[in-house]
Nanobody
Framework: QLQLTESGGGLVQTGDSLRLSCAAS????????MGWFRQAPGKEREWVAS????????LYTEAVQGRFTVSRDNVKNVVYLQMNNLKPEDAATYFC????????????????????WGQGTQVTVSS
């Protein structure tokens, strides 16, 4: 099973940018769909973005479309989430997620299809 460790969170102002990183250990990283979820206090965990194992195809929730970009480096075993033009409503704990075996990237928008989670990194956006 993959071990995932996020980093890059922090406190920023509205309109700023952040890049989150997720370092993975495990032999299956290169063949796994990867994704990002977020959870704000008092709310359910929601899907943000996912990317296929090759890094060629990605999907985004509508709220971040055009502002966030997910990418991966299968040599370094890292997944990134570039977040631009951050808004207060983007504030949350962000979790890196790996799909279950045979989970396609377009299926990694459900918590039930996640095979491994990172511990989360907090993003705070001040207005």
């Amino acid at each position: 099973q993959l071990q995932l460790t996020e980093s890059g969170g922090g406190l920023v102002q509205t309109g700023d940018s952040l890049r989150l990183s997720c370092a993975a250990s495990g032999r299956t990283f290169g063949s796994s769909a990867m994704g990002w979820f977020r959870q704000a206090p008092g709310k359910e965990r929601e899907w943000v973005a996912s990317i296929d194992w090759m890094g060629r195809n990605a999907l985004y929730t509508e709220a971040v479309q055009g502002r966030f970009t997910v990418s991966r480096d299968n040599v370094k075993n890292v997944v990134y989430l570039q977040m631009n033009n951050l808004k207060p409503e983007d504030a949350a704990t962000y979790f890196c997620a790996a799909g279950n075996r045979h989970t396609a990237y377009f299926q990694l928008n459900k918590v039930s299809n996640v095979g491994a989670w990172g511990q989360g990194t907090q993003v705070t956006v001040s207005s």
